[in-house]
């Protein structure tokens, strides 16, 4: 060990923040000289470090298993508790749609139940948000051997989306239930009333002519009603909502603002036949 004198000591303390401000502005200026000479260093140093970290890095990464796997060992047995407890009630929830099944059926065979017959249905892309005479209606891409026809009901996997009005070689013209022109008769699941629920080119349709004395619950579902063979009974429309001066309003069960694939339904339903001009009778909707 070198022994230096209080002077010499107390000089190189007043020394090296120079000392180090020039190394600085040397590798400063180095760097801006020959921008290579700092990239080349900066990448042999890290050339000679990953090896390095490579050996360091084993060990953590054996100690973060070694810890994931005593972890999931304590919770093993609360996981394992968890899935015999959710395995009983699922059984138990089994047996009872068994026992349901079984009723069910006894009860169909007694009754002499006819089914329902199957339904037949085009499933059709949207390829546009069309406007015009309507608001709102979507724009379907639909074969040419395409058996839709005016009149057919639309429905997405959540719910009523409109009727088809136009059918074209290779499209069809579907009205949403949000259009100022739609009209449908509706049903209140729980309270039973009837109404028409009436498209006000808004997100949420609004609900018209409910009966006296009806008094529909917020979140109430709202399905379609048989009424003038429009559209067949049970379709989901939404749910009830209050809107603005307590307006009743129905949210829609479909997402119509982003829709995408649709399913065109045959229900066999005539629809409602439309006021005829004197002289010029219309086809059937």
Known sequence: MIRLSI???QALARLTLPVLIF???ALMLLGRATPLVPERARISLSDALAPIYAVVDAPLLALRASARAVHDTLQLRTEN????TENER???WYDVAMALDAENATLKDNLHWVPD??????TARVVADAGGVYARSVLLSVGP??????GEVALDANGLVGRVTEVGARSARVLLITDMNSRIPILL???RARAILAGANAPEPKLLYLQDGAHPQEGERVVTSAEAGAFPAGLLIGTVHYGASDRLEVTPAADLGRLDVVRIFDYGLGGVAPPEAPGHPLPRL
Not at 81 to 84: A, I, P, S, V
Not at 145 to 150: A, E, F, G, K, L
């Open 81 to 84: 508790d968890r899935l015999r």
């Open 7 to 9: 002077q010499a000591r």
């Open 90 to 92: 699922l059984r138990h």
């Open 117 to 122: 017959p199957t339904l037949s249905y085009v």
């Open 23 to 25: 190394a600085a502005m």
């Open 145 to 150: 051997n395409s058996t839709i026809r005016r």
């Open 189 to 191: 699941e729980k309270s």
